[in-house]
């Protein structure tokens, strides 16, 4: 099923662990209506600005799913609301910052990316049309935790 003119529905709800598992990671289709608007708002926009695939490395996440890989539990990706992305050829800093300031979003987080390593890391973004309140945030690892730094730091 086609959500936009290049994203389909099962790259967006794709999951190794869950194929590896044996979990169930079948959306309904609340959850469907979702990712469409994720794909249309965002990734469509991302993908016609670039001109290039976009990589999803993580969409939708059924709850076993999400546990499984040790998601929040209020995590979006649950809703069908967020995707972590990549595109080849393009620093995730450089993506990050080209959603935070050309596109409407809810949440976008420039996740452990290391400055000079261009390919480091990925962007998550998160789009709930009824919270569009592009929250930009910065990932990184400090005394083996993970903290939200204000802004995309870079």
Not at 1 to 27: D, H, I, Q, V, Y
Not at 37 to 58: E, M, T
Not at 114 to 130: F, L, N, Q
């Amino acid at each position: 099923m086609n959500l936009t003119t290049n994203f389909t529905l099962s790259e967006l709800t794709k999951s190794e662990t869950a194929l590896r598992k044996g979990l169930n990671n079948e959306p309904t289709q609340d959850v469907i209506s979702a990712l469409q608007s994720l794909a249309f708002h965002v990734l469509q926009p991302v993908r016609d600005h670039y001109g290039k695939a976009i990589k999803i490395n993580s969409g939708y996440r059924s709850p076993e799913v999400n546990a499984s890989v040790g998601g929040s539990k209020t995590s979006d990706h649950c809703k069908g609301m967020a995707a972590d992305i990549e595109i080849d050829g393009i620093a995730n800093a450089e993506l990050a910052k080209y959603i935070k300031d050309a596109l409407q979003f809810t949440q976008i987080i420039l996740e452990f990316y290391t400055p000079g390593i261009a390919d480091s890391g990925w962007v998550h973004v998160s789009y709930d049309p009824a919270n569009l309140k592009c929250q930009a945030l910065t990932a990184v690892k400090q005394d083996g935790k993970t903290v939200y730094l204000p802004g995309l730091v870079a």
